[in-house]
């Protein structure tokens, strides 16, 4: 009972972060690089956090995406479970450089165990369960880290198709036998199967600098 209510205002706290009148209208004074001093106030910095982690967590996905559907067309399936092991991190970690943002995937049900959730992403896994179980649709976030300097931006990642359930689906069903084996030998403690078309299977997670949104904007 009592976790359901701190999920509840929690969840409260949530939205408050996305809409501008909960928004306190602190005003942030920042040089930027020909020593203009740039004046933004603090709704707009969110706003504009919110646009580029969508962004970001766009061109990540899609990255994933392509170099995946290589992966399973030139290996099969338990071929491109290796090419996840190896490349997965790595190609998260260019498109991170790129923006100077750090960015990770993390999920309850880790299959990587670099992927399991730190604390400030607890919550918010927390959070968007309660809304997928709840029928509320799961919207981007952002939430401040080290007094506001950092921007934790989060977005749900669901099963959108038959795809994922090759390797995140039911062992035996969608999960062949040669694919579990490739999983048991690489990921001997994979949490990551048994999940169904829809279900939350983890959240995108980058981390903003404050600055760097505020010299675009
Ligand atoms: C070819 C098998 C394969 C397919 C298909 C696949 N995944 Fe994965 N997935 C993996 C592997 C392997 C990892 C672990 C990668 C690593 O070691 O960093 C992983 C990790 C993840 C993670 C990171 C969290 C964790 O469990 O470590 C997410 C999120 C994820 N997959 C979502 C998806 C979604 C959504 C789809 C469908 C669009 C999908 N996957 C399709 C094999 C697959």
Redesign the pocket.
């Known amino acids: 009972m009592r976790k359901k209510i701190c999920i509840l205002l929690f969840l409260i706290g949530l939205y408050g972060c996305g809409s501008n009148e909960r928004v306190s209208k602190e005003v942030f004074e920042e040089v930027n690089k020909s020593m203009e001093v740039k004046k933004v106030n603090e709704a707009d910095v969110i706003k504009e956090a919110l646009k580029w982690g969508d962004e970001i967590s766009t061109e990540a996905q899609s990255q994933?995406?392509t170099a995946?559907q290589n992966?399973?067309g030139e290996k099969g399936?338990?071929g491109?479970?290796?090419?996840?092991?190896?490349q997965?991190?790595p190609i998260l970690n260019e498109v991170a450089s790129k923006y100077n943002v750090k960015i990770r995937?993390?999920?309850h049900?880790?299959?990587?165990?670099?992927?399991k959730p730190l604390d400030f992403e607890e919550l918010i896994l927390d959070a968007y369960a309660y809304n997928l179980e709840n029928d509320i649709s799961n919207e981007p976030n952002i939430q401040k880290l080290e007094n506001g300097e950092i921007l934790f931006y989060s977005k749900a990642?669901?099963?959108?198709?038959a795809?994922?359930?090759?390797?995140?689906g039911t062992i035996g069903k969608e999960i062949s036998t040669e694919?579990e084996k490739k999983?048991m030998e690489?990921?001997p403690e994979?949490?990551?199967t048994g999940h169904k078309l829809g279900d939350l299977?983890?959240?995108?997670s980058i981390q903003i600098p404050k600055k760097e949104v505020i010299k675009r904007m």
């Open positions: 994933l995406i995946l992966a399973i399936i338990p491109a479970i290796e090419f996840c092991n190896v997965a991190l995937r993390a999920s049900r880790y299959r990587n165990p670099e992927d990642i669901h099963i959108p198709n795809l994922c359930l090759n390797c995140h694919t999983l690489l990921y994979d949490k990551a299977r983890g959240i995108w």
